[in-house]
Structures are given as structure tokens and as C-alpha cells.
């Protein structure tokens, strides 16, 4: 198990050195894991992810990648919940060599409570307005639907999209925020 980082002390840090804070304790994560795989790879740590994703494990690259947004945010979240949800997708790839694994299976699930003693969660709860931000509102039938900059400008150019629930096309209401 790691230790559970000051909560105190993770706020009072400015971005890099939180951001160095990280990167330890990715390193952290990682030395745990090698009790159980003396030849893991260290990953290399990227905060470069966008979006809603709090976290990937990006095998190609050769590891892990952050969303620099959602950590300010959630600094020790990031710390006791997402680095060791990352780092249990680099181990039981690597021991399974990635072969028929699901992402969340048995095997992750196994590593993240026996090894890092937390619940398996595949999946974070944290506001993710401001690292995605969806001003642009459309409609359907049952509900209303948040746009980015990017999927409104491919709606106004002609894409066409339907509600995934009640399979009704979106219709564009107006701007939320200050679009």
C-alpha cells in the first residue's frame, strides 16, 4: 500500500511542485509493483491528457498520462485513487503481456485491492467542467446535451447528431457561458 500524501500539504504546493509530487509518486506506485514484477518497465509520466479522462495508460508511448486540469483540482484524489488505477493497468499488462486482458477485469481488480488496498473503481467522479468545458447546448426529447467548441463547430458545418437515449436528433438552444 502507499501512504496516504498530507492533504495540507499537497494544497500548499505550486503547480510544478505538485506536478514533481506526481511524478513521485508514480515512482512510488511503481517500486510497489515491482514486489510483484521485479522487471517492470518504469513508465514515463506525461500530464498532457484532455478532456474528462483523469488518467490513461498508454502502452504505445511507453505510460502513463494525466490530465494537468483535473489534478489541480483534485490533487489527492489524483494521488490515492488515479496513480494507482494507472499503475494497475501497467502491471497486468505487463504480466499478462496484454493479451486478452479486459481493462478493468478480474486481473486489475485483483491489483488494485491486494496490492494497493483500495476498491476497484473504474471510473472517477470529478467535476469535469473545466477540463472540458461544454457551453454550447443542444436539445433532444429527453434532455439537454452540453457541446465543446470543437463538436459544435462539426454540428454547425452539418454533422448531424442524435441523442443516444431517445435517439432524437440534437437541436442547438444557444451558449451556456460566454462562448
Known amino acids: 500500500m502507499?501512504?496516504?500524501?498530507?492533504r495540507q500539504w499537497l494544497a500548499s504546493l505550486d503547480r510544478g511542485a505538485s506536478q514533481d509530487a506526481l511524478h513521485e509518486r508514480v515512482a512510488a506506485a511503481w517500486r510497489l509493483c515491482r514486489d510483484v514484477h521485479p522487471s517492470l518497465p518504469r513508465p514515463r509520466?506525461?500530464?498532457d491528457l484532455r478532456g474528462k479522462g483523469a488518467g490513461q495508460t498508454h502502452f504505445g508511448r511507453g505510460g502513463l498520462r494525466f490530465n494537468p486540469v483535473l489534478f489541480d483540482d483534485n490533487?489527492?484524489?489524483f494521488m490515492v485513487e488515479v496513480v494507482p488505477h494507472e499503475m494497475a493497468h501497467w502491471l497486468v499488462h505487463h504480466l499478462s503481456d496484454g493479451q486478452g486482458v479486459a481493462p478493468h477485469g478480474h486481473e486489475w481488480r485483483t491489483v488494485?485491492?491486494?496490492l494497493f488496498g483500495l476498491t476497484p473503481q473504474a471510473t472517477h467522479d470529478f467535476?469535469?467542467?473545466?477540463a472540458s468545458p461544454a457551453p454550447y447546448q443542444y436539445r433532444c426529447q429527453c434532455r439537454e446535451h452540453g457541446f465543446t467548441a470543437r463538436?459544435?463547430?462539426l454540428a454547425r458545418k452539418?454533422?448531424?447528431?442524435?441523442?443516444?437515449r431517445c435517439r432524437q436528433p440534437l437541436v442547438y438552444t444557444g451558449c451556456r457561458e460566454s462562448c
Open 127 to 130: 467535476d469535469t467542467r473545466r
Open 2 to 6: 502507499l501512504p496516504d500524501p498530507d
Open 45 to 47: 509520466v506525461w500530464l
Open 112 to 114: 488494485m485491492r491486494e
Open 75 to 77: 490533487r489527492h484524489a
Open 158 to 164: 452539418g454533422r448531424q447528431y442524435v441523442c443516444r
Open 151 to 153: 463538436r459544435h463547430g
